[in-house]
């Protein structure tokens, strides 16, 4: 990771990011310690340091960082820290900070569709680092946010299909109004004290016992 930060003036971090475990993942391990004790003086903790693919990916998963700084150079064989990424985002999503010294279009681009979230190009000024990572943590949490949102609307979507599916079934085989149908719903979903979706849905699937 030559090169990878200058030496600044102590940058803080903002309070709600204070003790924030972060990751490095670098086999240049003086390198690495320097941009550790960088991000500690900071304010934030460094959990670990991994040297290769492997150990990046068991402490991603065994030690929970809030966030994973790579640096794009790992000596592997067949695997840079853009592969790797897709590796670790592949295991669990994960906020990932690469470092990078290629400015190249082709590099960029396979970092946005591994996953990386911020691509910094060294050398880089601590004072620049710093508020890379906070926007990095930031832009992860607001797609978290924006996933979840889409994945209720998606379930709510999907429940109100199936529910108009099984008062259909309901109006035609048990001859009830819709208001009928739907109060038969309700009325399951009361007492065995499921989600009237899935009362909506065991129905449809049996739709031939009615």
Not at 86 to 103: A, C, F, H, V, W
Not at 104 to 128: C, D, F, N, Q, W
Request: hydrophobic fraction near 40%; proline fraction near 4%; include cysteine.
């Amino acid at each position: 990771m030559s090169g990878n930060t200058c030496p600044d003036d102590m940058v803080r971090i903002p309070k709600d990011l204070e003790g924030k475990r972060i990751l490095i993942v670098d086999d240049a391990v003086d390198e690495a310690q320097i941009l550790r004790k960088q991000i500690e003086d900071s304010g934030m903790d460094v959990v670990g340091i991994a040297t290769n693919a492997h150990d990046a990916l068991s402490m991603t998963r065994d030690l929970d960082p809030a966030l994973v700084i790579m640096d794009i150079d790992l000596k592997e064989p067949d695997l840079d820290g853009i592969e790797l990424a897709k590796l670790i985002n592949d295991q669990e999503p994960r906020p990932i900070l690469l470092l990078s010294g290629y400015t190249h279009g082709e590099y960029i681009e396979r970092a946005k569709t591994s996953g990386v979230i911020t691509y910094l190009v060294k050398p880089v000024m601590l004072k620049e680092l710093i508020p890379s990572i906070v926007l990095t943590i930031d832009r992860f949490r607001e797609m978290v946010t924006l996933k979840a949102t889409l994945d209720d609307m998606r379930e709510t979507l999907a429940n109100r299909k199936v529910i108009e599916q099984a008062k259909g079934l309901l109006m035609e085989k048990k001859k009830l109004t819709e208001r009928e149908a739907f109060a038969w719903l309700r009325r399951k979903s009361q007492e065995q004290n499921k989600p009237m979706a899935e009362i909506a849905r065991t129905l449809v699937m049996m739709q031939d016992l009615l």
